[in-house]
Nanobody, 123 residues
Framework: QLVESGGGLVQPGGSLRLSCAPS??????????IAWFRQAPGKEREAISC????????NYGNSMKGRFTLSRDAAKHTVYLAINSLKPEDTAVYYC????????????????WGQGTQVTVSA
């Protein structure tokens, strides 16, 4: 199982760094594609960014490109999502998920999910 952390209440224009790590430290995240998704109230879950085991990163969503940065620290078994210039429309629950075969944009392809971390952007 994955565990996300780092969410919270932030003012517009602020920044956050979300973390995603396995609850079982023996689970090697580097064997999987790891993606970040988000889901706002009343909206579908949307892909943000994904990293393959080889380290290739794909970013999704034109409105998010340039403000969202995915990175991985293999030594810490953790994948991060840095978000800059936060906007109220970024308010959502942010999830990480694993996929065996590679990065895809569809949440239906992902096998394991965390419980999510809430990000609220408000003045």
């Amino acid at each position: 199982q994955l565990v996300e952390s780092g969410g919270g209440l932030v003012q517009p224009g602020g920044s956050l760094r979300l973390s995603c790590a396995p609850s079982d430290v023996t689970w090697e995240l580097g064997y999987y594609a790891i993606a970040w998704f988000r889901q706002a109230p009343g909206k579908e879950r949307e892909a943000i960014s994904c990293i393959t085991p080889s380290g290739d990163i794909t970013n999704y969503g034109n409105s998010m490109k340039g403000r969202f940065t995915l990175s991985r620290d293999a030594a810490k078994h953790t994948v991060y999502l840095a978000i800059n210039s936060l906007k109220p429309e970024d308010t959502a629950v942010y999830y990480c998920a694993t996929e065996n075969l590679g990065c895809t944009e569809s949440s239906l392809d992902y096998l394991s999910w965390g419980q999510g971390t809430q990000v609220t952007v408000s003045a």
